[in-house]
C-alpha cells in the first residue's frame, strides 16, 4: 500500500467532491420533514429508520420514512412512548403503509425493540443518553455496540452505528467531543472505493471482517492528515456510487 498515494487520491476526490463533480447535492437522508433540528422529533427521525438501512436503497428508505412522518395516521411510529402503548398490528401497519418496513414482522420487532429501549432508558428522550455519555463519541460507540447490543439492533453494527452517528452529526445540534475518532461507516460503497484505492486486497475485500480492516485502514492512513476518518465518507461514498469516476 502506498500511504501517500491513497492520501493523494482521496484529496483529489474530495475535491472533487467539493466542486460538485459526484453529484451528492441531495443524499438520501435530505427527505426529511425538517424539523426543529434540536428537537427530540429530529433525533427520533434520524434514529429509527436507520436500524432498518440494510441491504437496502438509502434514497427509497428515507423517501419512505418522511411520507411516513407527514402521514398523521402513520407518524405516531416515530414517538417511541405511543408505539409501546399501541398493538404489534398497528405499528406493522403503519411502517409497512409507505414501505419504511420491507420484512414487516423482522423489522417490525426491530423498531419497537428500539423504542422499548428509548423508553425503559430515557423516558423515550434518545437525547438523554447523548448527555449522559458527555457527547463523547467513543463513550456512545462503547455503550452500544458493546454494553447494550442487544437493546440497540443493527443501529449497534459496525457499519451502522458509525454511519447513526454520522448523521446524528450532520442533521441535528449533537456536538461530540473525540470527532475525530468518528470511523468511516464501512457501507458497500465505502468498502468497494477503499478496496479501488488499493488499501485492501482482492483477499481482503472478500473476508468476513473487511469492515473492521476499512475502518483500520482508514483511521492508520489518516491519522496526522488533514482529514477525519468520517470526513472522507460522503465523497468515498458517492464515488463508488458514481462508478469511480476518473481522479482528476
Known amino acids: 500500500m502506498n500511504t501517500q498515494k491513497v492520501l493523494d487520491d482521496i484529496d483529489k476526490i474530495y475535491q472533487m467532491w467539493s466542486r460538485g463533480e459526484l453529484g451528492g447535492e441531495v443524499m438520501p437522508e435530505d427527505a426529511n420533514p425538517h424539523i426543529d433540528i434540536s428537537s427530540l422529533e429530529n433525533y427520533l427521525y434520524f434514529t429509527l429508520p436507520m ?6 436503497n438509502s434514497y427509497t428508505l428515507w423517501e419512505s420514512a418522511n411520507k411516513t412522518y407527514n402521514d ?17 398490528t398497528e405499528v406493522q401497519e403503519a411502517l409497512v ?15 419497537l425493540k428500539l423504542c422499548h ?12 443518553m447523548f448527555i449522559e455519555l ?17 437493546r440497540f439492533p443493527y443501529l449497534s453494527g459496525i457499519k451502522l452505528c458509525n454511519y447513526w452517528l454520522f448523521v446524528i452529526y450532520q442533521y441535528t445540534d449533537e456536538k461530540y467531543k473525540n470527532i475525530e475518532d468518528l470511523t468511516v461507516a464501512p457501507d ?20 468476513s471482517d ?7 485502514r482508514w483511521n492508520e492512513v489518516l491519522k ?24 482528476k
Do not use: C, M
Open 51 to 56: 436500524a432498518l438501512n440494510y441491504q437496502r
Open 72 to 88: 398523521p395516521e402513520t407518524r405516531f411510529v416515530f414517538n417511541p412512548k405511543e408505539v409501546v402503548n399501541r398493538d404489534f
Open 97 to 111: 403503509k409507505y414501505r419504511v418496513a420491507l420484512q414487516k414482522q423482522k423489522q417490525t420487532e426491530i423498531w
Open 117 to 128: 429501549t428509548f423508553v425503559d432508558l430515557y423516558d423515550g428522550d434518545i437525547r438523554k
Open 134 to 150: 458527555d457527547h463523547d463519541v467513543n463513550k456512545i460507540r462503547d455503550f452500544i455496540q458493546k454494553k447494550n447490543k442487544t
Open 188 to 207: 458497500t460503497h465505502v468498502v468497494r472505493g477503499t478496496h479501488r484505492l488499493g488499501l485492501i486486497t482482492d483477499e481482503e475485500l472478500n473476508r
Open 210 to 216: 473487511v469492515q473492521e480492516l476499512v475502518i483500520k
Open 224 to 247: 496526522n492528515s488533514k482529514y477525519k476518518p468520517i470526513d472522507i465518507h460522503t465523497p468515498l461514498w458517492l464515488w463508488s456510487r458514481n462508478g469511480f469516476i476518473e481522479i
